[in-house]
């Protein structure tokens, strides 16, 4: 039974134009002439805008107003918040309000980097501070906040162990003393060579993640195939709706670990905001990164990530679904050129298309639980077998398909039917590989 269900339209330039989702309905996409991601409506009805001027500059409104923005691409001004910058360009505060003495700063926080241009510590309106600690290729090795430290290690570029330790201040050392005793010990597991999360144990119970289309999570699963999180982003990360074990996924876009406690992700080099859509922090490697805007994100969400807060790619899931129709769309193509070969040859009526092979008795031949079919095979006047063809490009391995192949007609006779559901004997017809560029 299927208990959740999305489907996703797809346009010209592979744009993502919607998402169907039988829980949330569906949400709809609208874009530049060039391909950059400025629309969204979502199945409550909800609008949201992401409207760029002409230096990459984001507005949640379609006529550019409510932000104010200052060199580079720093936002100055949002609505009732307004921000600060350090001479590096990193963001030092941001408050409600204008600053000045009348008016005050109000929800006030403070942003503290260190010289390398890491985020050291946020101090929260509640004057609570949130410290970080990190190694020297910038992997985060730690986050406290009150009497907890959370901690990681490291598998190459993805996060592998987890857990949190109790600490306590000493007014006699005049330091946080941190306990030895690990708790909610977790361990991530990520898809090979990929920074999409699979599945994570915790406290030694297991629970499967699944991602959409972009490898960004959106349900977890336990170990008897009930739900126990899911998580609905916006275009731009942020949550709009969480249930279950509310921040048991802590990952947003691939490469993003999102801080409950700071409202702020961390992407490596840099952390990103999903409230203002945008990093609080200049791109390490300026222009190079690809986008105009220095503290711009990718320019089309729903198919680009930047893993390390650098430079934007496109998703590996993606990728990885456009490779695949692309591959379809090319194959269709040498079958359909092929076929009218045959066609012209053959004849329409003798040429027969997508054959599963089957028993004397018509049953479908297997092999590891799956059949095989063939692409092309060709008729006589009588309706006899005289031909059978497989269609592939110049440079495909067709190995292992071949060898399914020959393991299933060693089980025996082996048939096709043709367009009246008569029964065709292939089995001294060998399959025939025709490679077209």
Same mark, same amino acid.
């Given at each position: ?63 550019? !107003? ?8 720093? /936002? ?25 003495? *009348? ?45 907890? =430290?959370?901690?990681? /290690? ?45 599945? =994570? ?37 942020? %949550?709009?709706?969480? !249930? ?33 859509? /945008? ?98 095979? %060709? *008729? ?5 077998? &005289?031909? %059978? ?20 007609? /060693? ?17 001294? *017809?060998?399959?025939?590989? &025709?490679? &077209?560029?």
């Amino acid at each position: 039974r299927t208990r959740h269900l999305r489907r996703y339209r797809w346009g010209k330039a592979d744009r993502l134009l919607a998402t169907e989702d039988s829980r949330r309905g569906t949400t709809r996409y609208g874009y530049t002439p060039n391909g950059q991601l400025e629309y969204a409506e979502y199945g409550d009805g909800t609008e949201q805008w992401r409207k760029s001027d002409e230096v990459g500059n984001l507005y949640p409104n379609p006529d550019c !107003t409510v932000r104010r923005f200052l060199k580079g691409g720093a /936002m100055e001004q949002d609505g009732k918040w307004h921000c600060e910058y350090d001479k590096d360009g990193n963001l030092t505060e941001r408050y409600i309000g204008t600053g000045r003495w *009348l008016d005050g700063k109000k929800e006030h926080w403070k942003y503290r980097w260190n010289a390398d241009g890491s985020l050291a510590k946020v101090v929260r309106p509640d004057g609570e501070e949130v410290t970080f600690e990190y190694d020297a290729l910038g992997r985060r090795l730690s986050k406290s906040f009150g009497t907890t =430290m959370t901690r990681w /290690m490291w598998n190459g570029n993805v996060p592998l162990h987890q857990w949190k330790q109790r600490r306590s201040y000493s007014r006699e050392e005049g330091a946080w003393l941190t306990e030895e005793e690990r708790k909610e010990r977790t361990l991530w597991l990520f898809e090979e060579e990929s920074f999409v999360p699979a599945a =994570m144990i915790k406290e030694g119970k297991a629970y499967s993640i699944l991602t959409d289309h972009l490898g960004t999570p959106t349900e977890a699963y336990d170990t008897e195939g009930n739900e126990v999180w899911s998580r609905t982003l916006d275009m731009n990360g942020k %949550v709009i709706e969480e !249930t279950g074990n509310v921040g048991m996924i802590p990952f947003l876009f691939q490469g993003q670990y999102y801080d409950r406690e700071t409202g702020l992700a961390y992407n490596r080099f840099r952390y990103y905001s999903p409230q203002m859509g /945008m990093y609080v922090s200049q791109d390490p490697i300026r222009l190079a990164g690809g986008i105009i805007n220095l503290y711009g994100y990718v320019d089309d969400a729903n198919i680009c990530i930047d893993l390390f807060g650098l430079v934007k790619t496109y998703g590996e899931n993606f990728v990885a679904e456009l490779k695949k129709k692309t591959n379809k769309r090319e194959g269709l193509r040498r079958e359909n050129t092929f076929r009218r070969i045959l066609e012209e040859k053959y004849g329409k009526d003798r040429v027969l298309s997508e054959r599963m092979l089957l028993d004397d008795k018509g049953n479908k031949r297997t092999y590891n639980g799956s059949g095989r079919r063939v692409d092309f095979v %060709v *008729l006589d006047d009588d309706g006899n077998a &005289i031909g %059978v063809y497989e269609v592939t490009s110049k440079t495909a391995n067709k190995k292992e398909q071949m060898t399914k192949e020959k393991i299933i007609r /060693m089980q025996g006779i082996t048939t096709i039917r043709d367009n009246q559901g008569n029964l065709v004997e292939i089995s001294n *017809l060998p399959t025939k590989i &025709i490679r &077209i560029k």
